[in-house]
Structures are given as structure tokens and as C-alpha cells.
């Protein structure tokens, strides 16, 4: 089984990925990862990517494509893939329409995952963690137990990312709004797209993606 999980910055596509990893022993690609991965082992995509990523451009969609081959044609994918991340465009859609079918395989289904925008402002900017172990908590949903002190380490040290700001977050969802959604119609011509409370509890949205997958 192969789906596409949509959802803007913050949505929890990760959390629900490494659930269904754990769950179904699908594989979670994501294109940022690999990049990042590509970058750090020095291969010669990883130094194009570099390079294009430090001159703030745009990655080119073949390049993205062949890595994204490379990695399809890895054994520990058969067992179905979670794409996350990817595709953003239209052209990018249709390219992984072609991977896919270029390995006799085909897309599943498309979940979008649905936020209230500022809901989910306040679900980022309040977002912190251990140094030490990286325990996530958040300041008005998850505090310690004892203030300062990390419940699973006892550090009494938390950082915050710097992109976790209101503005920062609002930027993210209007990007989103602007360059992933229209992909949707694509995919709804299909019959392919469902749509799951991305607001929800974190058990619950797993429960409603599970039960797409089971067919329910």
C-alpha cells in the first residue's frame, strides 16, 4: 500500500507516519530527510543539493525524482511507502505517478490531514523540549510534573526551535494553502483523496487513518 499524507507544517503528518511504520512496517519517505541524508554522507547528489539549498533555491523535480527512484527501489519498500512531504505540485504528483507505475505499483490514497489554522498557531508556538532527550511538551497542553525538570530524564535544561513563532507558522499554512492544496484536485478526480480531523487526538487520528486503510 503506497498513500500521501497532506497536511500543512504542524498537522502531525510525522507522528502518524511513524506510527504506521511501527503498525504496518510501512516506510516513511520523506524528500526533506533525504535530502538531508544526501547532504551528510557527501554523495554527488548530496553536494548538488548543497549547493542549491544554500543559494535558497528551488530543488529541481528530476533530481528529486531520481532520488526518490533510488530510494523505491530499496526492498525494504515493498511493504508500502509513506510519502510525506512530496509531491507539493502538480508536476511533481504526476512524476510520482510515473515511479510508481514504472515499478508496477500505484497510489492508494491521499490523506489530508485538517488543522484550525489558529489552533494549530497555538499548538506550534507552544511546543518545547529536552536538550538532553528530546521529551516533547508544550505550555498550555503538556507542562512537567515539576516545573523545569524533564519527566523523563530529570534535565532541567528545554530549548524551543526559532521557526516556532506565530509569524514563522503563518507563513508555513499560507505557503501551504498556496502550493500543496491545489494539488488536491488532482488527486480528487481520482477518487483517491480522504480527509481526516488533523485537530484530533493524536490516538484518535490514528484510529480514523487506520480505518481508511483497513477499507472502512
Sequence with gaps: MNIVLLGPPGAGKGTQASRLEQER?????????????AVKAGT??????????KAGKL?????????????????????????????????????????????KRSLDHVIELTVDEEALVDRITGRFSCTRCGAGYHDRYKLPKVEGVCDVCGNDEFKRRPDDNAETVRQRLSEY????????????????????????PIEAVNRSIEAILDGA
Design 59 to 103: 530543488f529541481p523535480d528530476d533530481l528529486m525524482s531520481q532520488i526518490l527512484g533510488e530510494r523505491l527501489d530499496q526492498p525494504d519498500t515493498e511493504r508500502g511507502v509513506i510519502f510525506d512531504g512530496y509531491p507539493r505540485t502538480q508536476a511533481q504528483a504526476e512524476s510520482l505517478d510515473t515511479l510508481l507505475s514504472e515499478r
Design 177 to 200: 494553502r498556496a502550493k500543496t492544496a491545489p494539488i488536491l484536485p488532482y488527486y480528487e478526480a481520482r477518487g483517491l483523496v480522504r480527509r481526516v480531523d488533523g485537530m484530533a
Design 25 to 37: 512496517g510501512m516506510v516513511q519517505v520523506s524528500t526533506g530527510d533525504m535530502l538531508r541524508a
Design 44 to 53: 554527488e547528489i548530496g553536494r548538488m543539493a548543497d549547493e542549491i539549498m
